[in-house]
């Protein structure tokens, strides 16, 4: 089956990098996501990777992909206030259902 | 561009009551689906679908239904509800492309409480 495994909380100082990890399961998995979710707001897809790739950088963010232990994770540098969200990790099989399998996410408070 | 739009933002029922939840988007996407957001649980999704006239049953159907008689809508009814259905509701829509076709476009929410 399907899972997605985050942890629940993240607290950095402002300044600081933040770095959100996700394990999934499974291994069939070809694209993988990060959604942020602001409050009050539903979830914009903040960026994306395939399988076949071992890392993506997009200006402070960068994403980082261990296929062999079905490990993502998302590095933000130089974090913000406004960076406060909460952050969901999802994966998709396209052999599968079109829809992604989504994590519970990741609280991230950044304090000033 | 409005995206894609739900409402009410906000409802209170009381249990027992049915209600039609509503979702329209303008970008054309095939793909349509409505999630249920609950703390600690993250999304879970109740129903989606591939395009109209077709639906399917996600993690939690129960308790909700859906219909896709146009594109560009996919209502959610509550057929009787319960207080466990107190949570934000979230509609999404996705373009079917083949090859790269996996941002899902959310809506702001609807907040329903059910006393």
């Known amino acids: 089956g399907e899972d997605v495994e985050q942890s629940l909380f993240l607290s950095v100082r402002e300044g600081d990098s933040s770095v959100i990890n996700c394990t999934y399961t499974?291994?069939?998995?070809?694209?993988l996501y990060w959604y942020k979710q602001e409050p009050g707001a539903g979830l914009q897809l903040l960026t994306y990777?395939?399988?076949?790739?071992d890392m993506k950088q997009d200006q402070r963010l960068t994403v980082l992909l261990n296929k062999k232990d079905k490990h993502l994770s998302l590095r933000i540098a130089d974090t913000q206030t406004g960076d406060s969200a909460i952050y969901f990790c999802?994966?998709?099989?396209?052999?599968?259902?079109?829809?992604?399998?989504f994590g519970r996410g990741t609280s991230l408070i950044v304090h000033p | 561009n409005a995206g894609v739009t739900q409402t009410p933002k906000f409802q209170v029922l009381k249990t027992g009551q049915s209600m039609t939840l509503q979702c329209a988007q303008d970008?054309?996407?095939?793909?349509m689906s409505w999630y249920r957001q609950d703390p600690g649980m993250g999304l879970r999704l109740i129903h989606y679908?591939?395009?109209?006239?077709?639906?399917d049953q996600g993690e939690v159907p129960n308790g909700y239904n859906v219909s896709r008689s146009t594109t560009e809508d996919f209502p959610l009814r509550l057929l009787s509800a319960a207080p466990s259905q107190t949570s934000v509701y979230f509609c999404?829509?996705?373009?079917?492309?083949?090859?790269?076709?996996?941002?899902?476009?959310f809506g702001e929410g609807s907040r329903l409480t059910v006393l």
């Open positions: 999404a829509s996705s373009k079917k492309t083949g090859t790269w076709d996996g941002e899902l476009f």
């Open positions: 499974d291994s069939s998995s070809t694209y």
């Open positions: 990777i395939f399988s076949n790739m």
């Open positions: 999802a994966e998709r099989n396209p052999g599968g259902s079109y829809i992604p399998t």
């Open positions: 970008m054309n996407h095939e793909y």
């Open positions: 679908s591939v395009g109209a006239g077709i639906t």
